[in-house]
């Protein structure tokens, strides 16, 4: 127990050490080649530059993994007035980067953090509406690799928003988007499904079940991800 607890010390002060570093402006030109050796080599932004994931989920709203500056001043050209950033904690150089080109561009840079491996949080959800309706269109949402959160997140805007139908908006959650079901990840998928079952088999309204009904920690032990599947998204891919 002591040896766990020193542990998640020790992660906590590298997270805050990580912050500390990038969570600032950069200065000068040596800053800039810092923050973008550490988003191309580290937050392994070299692979977003061939593929960055980007899907139209309305005609006013993307989803795309991190976006690099450059992709920054397409969205731009293309009328998106927000950018969404799913991913919370500013532990690294892409971080920097988008903030200044959403400067550079106009663009408003909002944060709603969500998970990818855990059971998605209650008053979170609940959130959701206000934001969507608060949020300036056309946006981009976006996450590390476009796949998992960024799916969540448009699958509920889907069904709270736009009451799209479930099945419609679960589809956001797909392997078409490199998402994986069977990984940890697959619980964001599991959320879903119980609402069905409970929920939507019942009669009971999205949020009327999230509220009165959805047992988060149940659903973090019902859930068994696939060990092949969670090697391959957390090990080999590096899914955050």
């Known amino acids: 127990m002591l040896n766990r607890l020193r542990r998640d010390e020790d992660r906590y002060a590298r997270r805050m050490a990580r912050i500390a570093r990038w ?15 550490n988003m191309l080599l580290v937050d392994h932004g070299i692979f977003r530059l061939a593929y960055l994931n980007a899907h139209r989920v309305t005609p006013r709203l993307w989803r795309a993994a991190q976006p690099a500056p450059g992709d920054i001043a397409w969205f731009a050209r293309q009328g998106v007035r927000a950018i969404v950033n799913l991913r919370g904690g500013r532990e690294h150089g892409s971080w920097q980067l988008q903030r200044e080109a959403c400067e550079r561009h106009g663009i408003a840079l909002i944060d709603f953090v969500l998970r990818s491996r855990g059971a998605p949080d209650r008053e979170t959800i609940l959130s959701a509406p206000q934001f969507f309706r608060e949020l300036a269109l056309p946006a981009l949402v976006h996450c590390k690799s476009g796949a998992d959160r960024a799916g969540f997140f448009a699958a509920l805007y889907l069904l709270v928003h736009e009451q799209r139908p479930l099945k419609e908006a679960m589809a956001a959650l797909s392997f078409r988007y490199g998402h994986f079901r069977f990984a940890k990840t697959g619980i964001l998928d599991a959320f879903f499904e119980a609402y069905e079952r409970e929920g939507e088999a019942k009669g009971i309204a999205f949020l009327d079940w999230v509220a009165n009904h959805y047992d988060p920690e149940r659903l973090e032990r019902e859930f068994k991800p696939g060990f092949l599947s969670s090697l391959l998204a957390d090990r080999l891919i590096r899914r955050e």
Do not use: E, K
């Open 23 to 37: 969570d600032r402006p950069l200065g000068g030109r040596l800053d800039r080649a810092r923050a973008w050796a």
